[in-house]
């Protein structure tokens, strides 16, 4: 910090001790009022930077008090609210939560998170504008609490998200009608190839129901269920190149016809390859005629060569033919076609998928109609 003497460099000399005693005080004096002056230049600055901070930041910030009143906002805040200034914004909003939510239970829910967690981040909720249009912002905030753990103020601050909103609900409305033309194209194809068909009249609808809940028995997510549904309704479209009098005919059919019917996966396939689709239904319709121990068709795949969805399609099928009509056969009912699951489970039809068709049909009672 410095140094202080009164020593001559000619002689050396005794001081008194009061004297010694007096120099050591007046030198802490002068060392501590330094240190203080450091200190509030420090402060000084510190203080200058927030100020520039708060004034200055894009996100609104905020000091309010737990009786939901703002104590300050910067001008970003007031600005996105609708107001000309910090001082007109506190002029006019005295309640939070009556005033500013849209929603007043997500003001309760960020006080109630506040006090059991101390801080909250990226709770998105609307805000009335001063001209009581509304706004989406993403809050940030934290308890400032005294010694004795009590709430002083909340202090933190408030992003507009309003723009990123907008465009997730354009994005999911869009979503939403490309859904809607991809089912209408999917059931419109279904139908004609059902009406080429008509022992089999409602059989991919049905297949589709099966693989679903079978999927949901599974745990499986929801959009991958999805792209199940429509592998059922899709399962047999390579039957458009089968000709009708196979399809329909009531006896059992010879190894030519057989070597027909057996080239609608691959059909299907070929169909539907070239069209881009979030999950992979042309996979799943070649290899919906597929067995674990490989002797499926077409390409005699085994285990995991096949895709999970083509073998719940796989039991799903297996399931409808046997418990519905054929032209060749009446139906076999449903207990016989668990009868046949069950007896080449872990061999022909994956074990986990058996075992959810189990759950559903035997233990749940479930039966489609």
Not at 72 to 89: C, I, K, Q, T, Y
Not at 202 to 222: F, K, S, T, W, Y
Not at 276 to 291: D, F, G, K, M, N
């Amino acid at each position: 910090m410095g140094f202080l003497g009164l020593d001559s460099i000619r002689e050396q000399r005794t001081w008194p001790e009061y004297i010694i005693s007096l120099l050591k005080i007046v030198g802490e004096t002068f060392a501590n009022a330094l240190a203080r002056k450091k200190t509030e230049d420090s402060l000084r600055q510190s203080e200058g930077n927030y100020r520039n901070i708060f004034d200055y930041a894009v996100e609104g910030i905020f000091q309010s008090t737990p009786d939901d009143r703002y104590l300050s906002v910067n001008p970003a805040l007031s600005r996105m609210l609708g107001f000309d200034s910090p001082e007109e914004l506190l002029e006019n909003i005295t309640n939070l939560r009556r005033q500013l939510y849209v929603n007043q239970e997500d003001y309760q829910n960020i006080k109630t998170h506040l006090a059991e967690q101390g801080h909250v981040e990226g709770y998105e909720t609307q805000f009335y504008r001063k001209d009581r249009t509304s706004i989406w912002v993403s809050i940030n905030a934290r308890a400032v609490r005294d010694g004795d753990g009590e709430v002083l103020y909340y202090e933190g601050f408030h992003q507009d998200i309003t723009e990123r909103k907008l465009a997730e609900e354009a994005l999911r409305t869009s979503i939403a009608s490309l859904r809607r033309t991809l089912d209408g194209t999917v059931k419109a194809l279904a139908t004609t190839i059902e009406m080429r068909d008509p022992y089999t009249a409602g059989h991919q609808n049905r297949v589709a129901e099966i693989a679903c809940m079978i999927a949901e028995e599974m745990d499986l997510p929801n959009d991958r269920i999805e792209g199940i549904r429509v592998m059922g309704f899709l399962h047999d479209i390579g039957k458009i190149v089968v000709p009708a009098e196979i399809l329909s005919k009531p006896g059992k059919l010879n190894e030519y016809e057989f070597h027909i019917i057996k080239a609608h996966s691959q059909a299907g396939y070929d169909i539907l390859k070239g069209i881009e689709l979030p999950w992979p239904v042309a996979t799943a319709i070649i290899q919906h005629h597929e067995r674990l121990d490989g002797s499926g068709y077409p390409q005699g795949l085994s285990g995991d060569e096949i895709i999970l969805e083509a073998r719940i399609l796989c039991v799903a099928d297996v399931l409808e033919a046997m418990a519905s009509h054929r032209p060749y056969r009446p139906a076999l009912g449903i207990e016989k076609a668990l009868d046949e699951i069950v007896q080449r489970r872990g061999t022909v039809y994956d074990s986990e998928v058996v075992d959810a068709c189990l759950r559903l049909f035997v233990e749940k009672g479930l039966r489609w109609e």
